[in-house]
């Protein structure tokens, strides 16, 4: 039973590394398709979220083009100006909150397409190591078989040139 088990858990881990490189494609297919949907949602959410903070915003100008309130001393321009900052920031924060689940896949979709491309170029370099020392190996048979039979008959067995 146990070993079972253990079975399954070695084959399934060498079909994850077999197919590793498709998986993460797919998991880029996914995670971009989630970064689109999340950004369509977050782009609809958006003026709901911003229309406080635009509400403060106007008044605060308002406020600050108003001259009366100003030499009346009800509007302070320096604290004003604080205030604006300190709004501008806030609705940064919100912003970048509603759209950090669609940041989050998007960077996830990237580094799936970027971790398949390096397993791929490795499969690639590895392949193309084992054609090489392949090729080596074949050329020194053909001069062994040159050296011990000549280049006329190592020709015909090249061929496969039989006499009839």
Same mark, same amino acid.
């Given at each position: 039973m146990?070993n079972?088990i253990k079975l @399954?858990?070695s084959? +399934? *881990?060498f079909w994850f590394?077999k197919h590793? =490189?498709?998986?993460?494609?797919? *998991?880029a297919i996914?995670?971009?398709? *989630? =970064?689109?949907? +999340? =950004?369509?949602?977050s @782009?609809?959410?958006?003026?709901? +979220?911003?229309?406080?903070f635009n509400?403060?915003?106007?008044?605060?100008?308002?406020?600050?083009?108003?001259?009366n309130?100003?030499?009346? *001393?009800e509007?302070?321009?320096? $604290?004003s100006?604080? $205030?604006?900052t300190t +709004?501008?920031?806030? =609705?940064g924060l919100?912003v970048f909150?509603? /759209?950090?689940?669609?940041?989050?896949?998007f960077a996830?979709s990237?580094s799936c397409i970027?971790?398949?491309?390096?397993?791929?170029?490795n499969?690639?370099l590895?392949?193309?190591?084992? /054609?090489?020392?392949?090729?080596?190996? /074949?050329n020194?048979?053909?001069?062994r078989?040159k050296?011990?039979?000549? $280049?006329?008959?190592?020709?015909e067995? /090249?061929?496969?040139?039989?006499?009839?």
């Amino acid at each position: 039973m146990l070993n079972n088990i253990k079975l @399954t858990i070695s084959k +399934t *881990g060498f079909w994850f590394r077999k197919h590793s =490189a498709e998986l993460l494609v797919a *998991g880029a297919i996914v995670s971009g398709d *989630g =970064a689109i949907v +999340t =950004a369509i949602i977050s @782009t609809k959410k958006l003026d709901k +979220t911003l229309k406080p903070f635009n509400d403060k915003i106007d008044s605060i100008r308002k406020d600050l083009k108003d001259n009366n309130k100003i030499q009346n *001393g009800e509007v302070v321009i320096k $604290e004003s100006k604080k $205030e604006l900052t300190t +709004t501008y920031l806030k =609705a940064g924060l919100k912003v970048f909150n509603l /759209y950090l689940r669609s940041t989050i896949l998007f960077a996830t979709s990237c580094s799936c397409i970027l971790g398949s491309h390096y397993i791929q170029k490795n499969r690639n370099l590895a392949l193309a190591a084992m /054609y090489s020392a392949l090729e080596k190996s /074949y050329n020194s048979y053909r001069n062994r078989v040159k050296e011990k039979y000549g $280049e006329e008959k190592e020709e015909e067995i /090249y061929k496969d040139i039989r006499p009839e």
